[in-house]
C-alpha cells in the first residue's frame, strides 16, 4: 500500500562529529521549526581537535546528546538513543569520528534513509597516491549508493560526488546545502565600519597555524615586497597552532617580523572585527576542501586572493571581479597579487563590493540552508514509499 502523505509527521536525527558554531546556528534555528521531529547526535572528536576549535562561540539546541570521545561504548550509547527517537530519516555529516560511518552502515542495512553531507574537495583527491584515489572511489561508491540525498555544497564537493558515482545518480540525489554561514551578520557589521586614513594596508590570514596552511608562503611573499611598500603593510594572523614559533622565526629571519602580527585563537564571535578592518584576505593552503573564511571574507566586504585548487574558489573568487585566484602557490605570484590591489586606487575595495554582491547572489548562506532542509522535509513527507 502506498500514502502520498504519511498521518504522521516522519522524524529526522543529525548524526555528526561535535559541531562548529556555524553549524549550531543552523541547528538552533532547526529546532524551532521541526521542534518535535528533529534531534541532533554529536560524537565529540579526538581532544587535539576539539583543542584546535576551544576559540567557537556554540549554543546547542535542546533536542540534542552528545557523546563523549572519552566513552568506550558510545556507539552503543548513540544507536540506542537513535533508536528510541526511532527517525525516519538519518542526516550524516562526514565519515569522522569513525563511529559515524560505522553507525550509517548499520542504518543502512536496516534500511533507513540516509543522507550525507561532506565538504570533499575533487581538486584534493585528485592530490593524493592513485593507489589511494582508487580505494577512496571504491569505497565512496559503495557507501554513497546507498544514500537517499546527497547534499553538496559547491562544484569542487559536487564533482566529488561525481567523480566517486556518477553523473546520473548524483542528479538523481542531489540537493544544494551550502555551509549555514551567516552572510547578513558580516554585512552589517562591515557597513558600520569606517576605515581610518592613517591605518595601514591589512593583510588578513584566518586559521589553523599547521603546514598545510601554508602561511609561510605569506611572509615569503612579504619579504618580497618594496622596502618603501613594507613599512605600511600590516598582516594579522588569527589562529594558533604548531606551526606559530616557526612561522615567528621565518619573519625574524626575513626581516619583516614587525610586518605581522600573530593574534592567535579569537572567539568566534569576535574575528568580525578582524575581516571588516582588513584590505585583503589571503588563503595559501596546499589543500582545502570548503574553507568557510571565504565566505566570511566575501561577506564582510573584502578581496581574497587564493589559488584556483581551493574549495569554493570556482564558486565564488571570480578572478578579477570579487578577488585574485592564483594559478601557482610561487612567492613572486603572490607578492604580484598582493601589489596590484595595493597600487589600486582603493586598495582592491571594489573587489569586494563586488564579492559582497556576488556571495549573496549565488545563495552561499544560512537562508539557503534553510529552505534547503524544508525541501528535504517535504520530500520526505510526500515519499511514496512504505
Request: charged share 25%.
Amino acid at each position: 500500500m502506498k500514502n502520498n502523505i504519511m498521518s504522521q509527521p516522519k522524524k529526522i536525527a543529525w548524526l555528526g562529529g561535535y559541531p562548529s558554531h556555524y553549524t549550531c546556528g543552523l541547528h538552533c534555528r532547526l529546532e524551532k521549526l521541526f521542534s518535535d521531529r528533529l534531534r541532533f547526535f554529536y560524537i565529540e572528536d579526538q581532544k587535539n581537535e576539539r583543542d584546535a576549535r576551544k576559540f567557537e562561540k556554540t549554543m546547542l539546541p535542546d533536542s540534542c546528546e552528545v557523546f563523549s570521545n572519552t566513552d568506550k561504548l558510545r556507539i552503543f550509547h548513540l544507536i540506542k538513543k537513535i533508536n528510541e527517537f526511532d527517525p525516519d530519516l538519518i542526516i550524516s555529516v562526514g565519515i569522522n569520528p569513525r563511529p559515524i560511518w560505522v553507525i550509517v552502515l548499520i542504518y543502512i542495512l536496516m534500511k533507513k534513509k540516509i543522507c550525507y553531507w561532506a565538504d570533499t574537495n575533487i581538486q584534493d583527491i585528485f592530490l593524493s597516491p592513485k593507489w589511494r584515489q582508487f580505494l577512496k572511489r571504491l569505497f565512496f561508491n559503495l557507501y554513497l549508493s546507498k544514500m537517499w540525498r546527497i547534499f553538496y555544497m559547491g562544484s569542487g564537493n559536487r564533482n566529488f560526488y561525481i567523480w566517486a558515482t556518477n553523473r546520473d545518480f548524483f542528479n538523481e540525489r542531489k540537493m544544494f546545502f551550502p555551509f549555514a554561514h551567516d552572510h547578513n551578520y558580516y554585512k552589517e557589521a562591515s557597513a558600520k565600519y569606517q576605515r581610518n586614513d592613517k591605518q595601514p594596508f591589512t593583510i588578513l590570514s584566518v586559521g589553523r597555524l599547521v603546514f598545510n596552511k601554508r602561511v609561510d608562503l605569506l611572509i615569503d611573499s612579504v619579504a618580497l615586497l618594496p622596502v618603501e611598500m613594507r613599512k605600511n603593510i600590516i598582516c594579522n594572523i588569527v589562529g594558533y597552532g604548531i606551526e606559530k614559533e616557526s612561522l615567528i622565526q621565518k619573519a625574524i629571519q626575513l626581516d619583516v617580523r614587525d610586518n605581522f602580527n600573530f593574534v592567535g585563537a579569537i572567539p568566534s564571535d569576535k574575528v568580525v572585527d578582524y575581516y571588516i578592518s582588513a584590505d585583503v584576505f589571503v588563503l595559501l593552503s596546499d589543500t582545502e576542501p570548503c574553507p568557510l573564511v571565504i565566505n566570511e571574507s566575501m561577506s564582510s566586504g573584502i578581496p581574497v586572493i587564493t589559488p584556483y585548487w581551493v574549495g569554493l574558489v570556482s564558486d565564488l573568487v571570480v578572478d578579477g571581479m570579487t578577488g585574485i585566484v592564483l594559478q601557482d602557490n610561487n612567492t613572486e605570484t603572490i607578492a604580484k597579487a598582493i601589489i596590484q590591489l595595493y597600487e589600486s586606487n582603493d586598495y582592491g575595495k571594489h573587489l569586494g563590493i563586488e564579492g559582497q554582491k556576488h556571495i549573496e547572489l549565488m545563495g552561499f548562506n544560512l537562508e539557503t540552508a534553510l529552505k534547503s532542509f524544508c525541501k528535504l522535509v517535504e520530500d520526505l513527507d510526500i515519499d511514496n514509499e512504505v
